[in-house]
């Protein structure tokens, strides 16, 4: 058996910048995080017939053009991998709660085939492949973060330039500014799911379109990541909650459907009553995740459970895509 661990992401500054809409113009930068939340891959060979696949539901195909998860069965495609074979999928956090998880799947989905055809496979390879089976096979309107930071790991400085390269490189932070940055970090999960697809598809169309505000608003995006960058490498990370609350105004008027009035009245009960020094909702935006700054843990936590709220704690993962069993 085969089992890969692959980490969901935070972004810490560029969000959507990372879309080819947007950086075939004018280039994109983000920087993102990866957390101590997994998705988990593993493959063995099967007793039954074809391919036996399991995740949110459980599918039983004889051939791949039966098989009707499409990332399941474009990277079993793309590996040219016979059955019979048994493909499960579990995760931390449910999919569409904005922490990157279609990217982190199949960066892990990839990783677990590589490793069962014993190749060997580096993170930027990885990367690619996903990003071509989602955005260019399957012409997802998706961007190019998840599968980047799911790759690699740690605190990621990602640039997008117009000819499709992309350039990766650590943050450059020393530890006692790491520690502080992620004791200074809270996630609280808002309550529900969401499908981003549809609010990646409207940037998209815009920012084709030349749209004035969306692009004004990704552009401000872009400098403020790039801003952020230069923040926490200096070692001031009491700034980023500013900085992050001045992200998510801008953000929540890019797109309708962005936030919600639920989401509204958290976000003020947090800063207003909670002490949170500035936050965002994470991912593309109408649920999943809020992340906030604070220099009060214990003041926002009690704000946030009496509204209801669950908190997740989490660490920085610095790993990666990795393979923890395989095949003798």
């Known amino acids: 058996m085969i089992m890969t661990r692959t980490p969901l992401r935070i972004a810490l500054g560029g969000g959507g910048t990372d879309l080819p809409s947007y950086y075939r113009k004018f280039g994109g930068f983000v ?4 957390i101590s939340k997994y998705v988990y891959i593993t493959i063995n060979r099967s007793f039954l017939p074809g391919y036996l696949l399991k995740y949110s539901e459980t599918e039983h195909a004889f051939t791949r053009s039966e098989i009707r998860h499409r990332l399941f069965r474009e990277a079993i495609e793309v590996h040219d991998v016979p059955g019979p ?6 995760a931390d956090v449910p999919a569409g709660t904005g922490l990157g998880s279609s990217g ?19 993170p930027e390879l990885l990367a690619r492949e996903a990003v071509d089976l989602e955005m260019n096979r399957l012409g997802e309107p998706v961007g190019k973060q998840d599968q980047y930071i799911a790759a690699y790991g740690g605190l990621l400085c990602q640039e997008y330039h117009e000819d499709d390269r992309v350039t990766v490189s650590p943050l450059k932070i020393s530890d006692q500014t790491l520690r502080e940055l992620r004791d200074s970090l ?6 529900h799911t969401r499908e981003a697809s549809t609010l990646l598809a409207d940037q998209k169309s815009r920012s084709e379109e ?4 969306m692009l ?9 990541g790039i801003q952020i960058r230069k923040l926490l490498e200096s070692g001031c990370t009491c700034k980023f909650g500013p900085l992050m609350h001045e992200h998510w105004v801008r953000k929540r008027g890019r797109s309708a459907g962005m936030t919600n009035n639920r989401i509204d009245e958290l976000y003020e009960l947090a800063r207003c009553e909670g002490g949170a020094t500035g936050g965002k909702l994470v991912g593309a935006g109408g649920g999943g995740f809020l992340l906030f700054q604070t220099e009060d843990r214990r003041r926002l936590r009690d704000v946030m459970t009496r509204a209801g709220l669950s908190e997740m704690d989490f660490h920085f993962d610095f790993d990666g895509s990795v393979v923890l069993t395989r095949n003798a």
Do not use: C, W
């Not at 074979?85 to 579990?90: A, G, M, N, P, Q």
């Open 186 to 191: 809270m996630l609280y999960f808002v309550g």
């Open 104 to 122: 982190t799947f199949l960066v892990g989905l990839m990783h677990a085939l590589h490793a069962h055809k014993r190749e060997p496979v580096t």
């Open 31 to 34: 920087l993102s995080a990866a």
């Open 216 to 224: 004004q608003g990704l552009h401000f995006t872009k400098q403020l």
């Open 210 to 213: 030349n749209d004035t505000a």
């Open 85 to 90: 074979l048994e493909i499960v999928s579990l």
